[in-house]
């Protein structure tokens, strides 16, 4: 469904001949110094992350000030309490922890005074059978290939997906977010169709699998529809849902996680 | 309510019944060489100025006047008028063709003058297309569209380049009742708006209504658009047509019984498919992408008292991309109606409608094969009535049962596919009103246009009926038997307008109107998309209510040719539907689940000056307006600009004919540009740069203008055989319109982030048509 929802705008682009783009200069308004926060808790063991920073003017560089000097925690279901310590600038972490799926875990975080919370359930992960490269459909003259992933997904419970894709180790720009709403139980190969980075025979293709709770999915899937920028200009924009309280910017997520890569053939 | 009313309506008659014993005429009037009926045409009495009338959507006429002579002026627009003398000594039948103006010979103005019927009318907030002058207005492509042609009167403004949506005074584009031959047509465009649904050739006659509507119109709340089909020649045989850019149209008409019944069939169809079979892109090689659309109508005069008509549409749309997926949708819609003339005073018409909407989207790859459809289907029975009570009072009132079957979703897939199969429940139920109206023509400086429309809502079973907390989580769940009433809705729709003539040429009006719409468009993208999805008042959805107060000063100069009227609104509109973050509007059972409720108030001012007749014609319209929604989840719960918010709308149409074989044809149009959100800042997430937003619709686009040209060459003289070529250009400065503005990475400066105008039509777009006629 959503592969067709693109197929919609493309085809749509190729009929608007005569369209052009330009860059312009636009005076936007400056709300920013705004709080975002950004927190997984992963199934793998490995370092666990909370980031810290402040949005900024859209006219600024693309480095975001980090927010120093808060206290951060994620308690578990079972009271089991930990402390994050501060790395790097605004980044948190904690070295022991793995995640477990089913268990619900809350964050803390105070800074300024002000004490924010966020509560996340990991799902049970399900296993990522393959990666595989298929012939773009969209431009078939120029060899370009699309990545598809492939899984069965548990039949009787709702899942929700988030994927990431890199090609030569640059991260594609897009959101990949996807629930079971129509392909409950079935095998399933799903292509990340997207326009960002062209991919070639020869190309390593990494894909990042994460399952992930039924909030987050929203928080990810109101991203993914405002990147369609189809007929008529897609939908009006808005900051996601959060799962943070009281409201900021950013998300916590407890997910499971796993990754697969291949040459593109 | 009623009560008072029926009170008015029974001593106003019986006013008049006591008066003087009075004579009726009747008739039809129509077109003299097609027999065609002319709809809206005028008949007065030269010695008794107030006994005007005009004929209904038949063509239909009755008045009435005292024993004496009289001079009978039938006038219409485009048509020659015709004065007929009378001895009105008992009630007579007077069925009048009226000769067209030929518009190649003449082009002075006719020796008689143009009646002032938009003064003298109470009538507000109404207009009403000239088709001859429809084929004249320059269009992209050189497409004649009705839908892009309305958007250049005051108070309606198109939804964008490239859009035939449209928005009537604050309303948004689901909120106009677009009728034709009286079925709803629910998606009024072709290719994603690009063109309209009406094929201008099958038209015979558009009449716009963004206020003071009358109370035989229902359903919507910001205007109705009243689409009526051509009955076809009842004189002759003839075959008309075009050769276009992008598409190509053929039209049949003629007699079935000469002067009793015709038929017209007229279809269109696209071609830029041709161009990519053969392209040696392999990806538009194997694509399907075009429409069509077929209009059909045929009509028998059974005697002077019954007639039988039979109208339907078709059209489609195909999309698709070979052996990966396909796409189709379209309307449907049926006509039957028959017209009885119980007594020269009492008109009746019954109709029976059909109408469908529907889309289909199936993927053909075998690991996630499936088909998805949707659909929404009316059958509609009305009963419109029309008596002439003595020479005062016009009465219309009527009964409509209209029976919605909404099939929201449905996907099956075979066993390969990755797609389960999933059906949404259908839902089901009636709209049904009763409506009285009457034109009361009090004195020959007063006129009243009253009228009460009760309609009701009933949402009935089968299904399951879910009610839902703030947070979208299902509160009760209860299963309804098939037939059972699950909710009801009533309204009262009061509708007043009036008039006062300060002289022959000026009057004041003044009018007061309530809609209510029980049918809602869930759409979160801004322009008609064929996955357009309906959904009806319901446990979750109040009906919408509009409640629209204007006033108007009309003025006619230069013996009435030309017309001046300025327009002022203010409209109350509760229950307006948003949707939650993150909405999932297809094949969702819970869709009712995502919506947000507010409520809104638009108000304007509308200036329009138009010369009608004469070598040079065309008209002149301007708009200020505010449009402002208030939602709590919104900006606050403060007021914030709708999308369709635009302070500023000018248009300018010109139409000058050089001389018998050439006219020319210009448009300017000037337009504040869409309320939009803008981002007041970004951050990081996910790797991704993501931006941050602070309030809805805050900024503006870029203005809007543009100049369009037109020319038209009609070809020499023949006996049976008529040819013309039409020329165009749109845009013709080339000013590249805003579009949409997107904001992203920069893709030159690296570590930044630039805004991005994308325009569509940013450069001249000729187009040529060739049009034909034998006869």
Known sequence: ?265 | MIKPLLLVLILTFSISAFAQKNYIISGTISDKSTGEQLIGATIRIKELPQNGTATNSYGFYSLSAPDGEYTLVFSYIGYETVEQKISLHKSQAINLGLPAKNQLTEVVISSNKPNNDNVASAQMGAEKLDMAQINNVPVLFGEKDILKTITLLPGVKSAGEGNTGFYVRGGASDQNLILLDEATVYNASHFFGFFSTFNSDAVKDVNLYKGGMPSDYGGRLSSVLDIKMNEGNNKGYTVQGGLGLISSRIKVEGPIVKDKGSFMVSARRTYIDYFFGISSDSTLKGSSIYFYDINAKANYHFDDNNALYISGYFGKDVLGLKNTFGTNWGNSTGTIRFNHLFNNRLFSNTSLVFSNYNYVIQSFQTDDSFKATSQITDVNLKEDLQYSMGNRHTLKFGLNILHHTIAPGNITADAMSSFNNKSIEQRFGFENAAYIGDNWRVNDKLTFLYGLRLSGMFLIGPGTFDTYDNAGNILTSKKYASGASVKNYFNLEPRFSSSYQLNDESSIKASYNRNTQNIHLLSNSTSSTPTDLYVMSSNNIKPEISDQVSTGYFRNFADNIVEFSIETYYKWLQNQIDYKDGAQLLVNQSVESQLVFGSGRAYGLEFFIKKKYGRFNGWVGYTLSRTELKFDAINNGSYYPARQDRTHDLSVVGIYQLNKRWTFSSTFIYGTGNAVTYPTGKYEIGGLTTFSYSERNGYRLPSTNRLDIGATLEGKEHKRYHSSWTFGIYNVYGHANPYIITFRDSKTVPNTTEAVQTSIFATQIPSVTWNFKFQ
């Open chain 1, 1 to 265: 469904m959503k592969k067709i929802k693109y197929w919609f705008s493309a085809l749509y682009v190729i009929f608007i001949m005569a369209s052009c783009t330009k860059v312009i200069d636009l005076k936007l308004g400056d709300k920013t110094g705004e709080l975002v926060i950004e927190g997984n808790i992963t199934n793998v063991r490995a370092p666990q992350y909370i980031t810290l920073s402040r949005n900024v003017p859209f006219t600024n560089a693309n480095t975001y000030p980090p927010v120093t000097g808060a206290i951060v925690s994620v308690t578990d279901a079972l009271a089991n309490f930990r402390q994050f310590t501060e790395g790097p600038p605004g980044t948190y972490s904690i070295g022991r922890l793995t995640g477990q799926p089913g268990n619900t875990y809350t964050l803390q975080v105070t800074t300024n005074g002000k004490t924010y919370s966020a509560v996340s359930v990991m799902p049970a992960p399900v296993k990522l059978d393959s990666i595989t490269s298929v012939i773009n459909d969209f431009k078939r003259g120029n060899n370009l290939r699309d990545i598809s992933v492939n899984y069965l997904d548990p039949v009787g419970v709702a899942n929700q997906y988030r994927f990431t894709l890199s090609v030569n180790g640059v991260q594609v720009k897009r959101v990949f977010t996807y629930d079971d709403e129509f392909i409950n139980g079935k095998y399933v190969n799903l292509e990340l169709v997207q326009n960002d980075i062209d991919i070639h025979p020869g190309d390593t293709a990494t894909v990042e699998m994460q399952c992930i709770d039924k909030p987050i999915y929203t928080y990810w899937y109101t991203l993914m529809q405002q990147q369609f920028n189809g007929p008529g200009g897609g939908i009006t924009p808005s900051n996601p849902p959060t799962n943070i309280t009281p409201v900021t910017l950013g998300y916590f997520s407890a997910h499971t996680t796993q990754s697969k890569s291949i040459i593109v053939r």
